[in-house]
């Protein structure tokens, strides 16, 4: 089992940062990719980025490509999102999630997940 804890989330002003944390427990951080989910109201889930066990690739969707950024630290168990100039279309719950395999923006293909962190930006 690996468990997942999310950090960071909250309320900001449209063109600001915020960075998450999802910390790791349980089973070998290190040989898992990791990935960062959103879910807004009334919207499908959505992949946000994606990082594999040693950050040599990294996946990141066309709708944040050059504002947010995925990180890992394995000596933590932790990975990062690194989100500049939010926008208002940003605000959703934030899930981290971890899969032992290769880097996917399917959430089907993880198999934990946290409990999320919302991020709420304000026009």
């Known amino acids: 089992q690996v468990q997942l804890v999310e950090s960071g989330g909250g309320l900001v002003q449209a063109g600001n940062s915020l960075k998450l944390s999802c910390a790791a427990s349980g089973r070998a951080f290190n040989g898992y990719s990791m990935g960062w989910f959103r879910h807004a109201p009334g919207m499908e889930r959505e992949f946000v980025a994606a990082i594999n066990w040693s950050a040599f690739i990294r996946n990141t969707a066309n709708s944040v490509k050059g504002r947010f950024t995925i990180s890992r630290d394995n000596a933590k168990n932790t990975v990062y999102l690194q989100m500049n100039n939010l926008k208002p279309e940003d605000t959703a719950v934030y899930y981290c999630?971890?899969?032992?395999?290769?880097?996917?923006?399917?959430?089907?293909?993880?198999?934990?997940w946290g409990q999320g962190t919302q991020v709420t930006v304000s026009s």
């Open positions: 999630a971890a899969r032992n395999g290769g880097t996917t923006s399917y959430a089907r293909d993880y198999n934990y």
